[in-house]
T-cell receptor, first 114, second 112 residues
Framework: GESVGLHLPTLSVQEGDNSIINCAYSNSASDYFIWYKQESGKGPQFIID?????DKRQGQRVTVLLNKTVKHLSLQIAATQPGDSAVYFCAENGADTGRRALTFGSGTRLQVQP | DGGITQSPKYLFRKEGQNVTLSCEQNLNHDAMYWYRQDPGQGLRLIYY???????QKGDIAEGYSVSREKKESFPLTVTSAQKNPTAFYLC???????????FGQGTRLTVV
């Protein structure tokens, strides 16, 4: 497949370790945030979401943390596996802009070393 | 794929030609979107549609056009006015705008 991000920041972790991917969002009025995973040559897949009235949300092996004070979002992946290797994007809904579509960050490439 | 079908997967276009990318969804979603992705960048919004017969420009609408005549379909035309059309194009849909969007598998357009 093709690479979707040749110059993305890269996080390299060992299989079995925990991964933390960070995202700084731009709009303080955004009230809904999503993490997506994108494998090479494919469309983004939904991982987990969180609303602004929450600080933390957990899924299966994943946790999203939201710090509204500093406009920061993080995705934690527990016991990282080779299948987690992909590019990860955060997205926000920009609730006050009148634009009714998600705005995406630039992405982080996660590489899992066996 | 989440019920969103983009076709074709790969598309080649000669300079000066218009080309239309197909996007169909069977999720009964009201909202649909087109994003463009270039290497080293995130997704940039081209156009979106909240309901049938309505659509709005996104951040990079110049050189593109869309239609929304049916709820299931949101085709994107890349016109000859788009100066740098080579990119990966992603279509998405959501129950309503501002909620989680589900993506198709993309169309890679190359100008030859």
């Amino acid at each position: 497949g093709e690479s979707v991000g040749l110059h993305l920041p890269t996080l390299s972790v060992q299989e079995g370790d925990n991964s933390i991917i960070n995202c700084a969002y731009s709009n303080s009025a955004s009230d809904y945030f999503i993490w997506y995973k994108q494998e090479s040559g494919k469309g983004p897949q939904f991982i987990i979401d969180i609303r602004s009235n929450m600080d933390k949300r957990q899924g299966q092996r994943v946790t999203v943390l939201l710090n509204k004070t500093v406009k920061h979002l993080s995705l934690q992946i527990a016991a990282t596996q080779p299948g987690d290797s992909a590019v990860y994007f955060c997205a926000e809904n920009g609730a006050d802009t009148g634009r009714r579509a998600l705005t995406f960050g630039s992405g982080t490439r996660l590489q899992v070393q066996p | 794929d989440g019920g969103i079908t983009q076709s074709p997967k790969y598309l080649f276009r000669k300079e000066g030609q218009n080309v239309t990318l197909s996007c169909e969804q069977n999720l009964n979603h009201d909202a649909m979107y087109w994003y463009r992705q270039d290497p080293g960048q995130g997704l940039r919004l081209i156009y979106y549609s909240q309901i049938v017969n309505d659509f709005q420009k996104g951040d990079i609408a110049e050189g593109y056009s869309v239609s929304r005549e049916k709820k299931e379909s949101f085709p994107l035309t890349v016109t000859s006015a788009q100066k740098n059309p080579t990119a990966f194009y992603l279509c998405a849909s959501s129950p309503k705008t501002g909620t989680v969007a589900f993506f198709g598998q993309g169309t890679r357009l190359t100008v030859v």
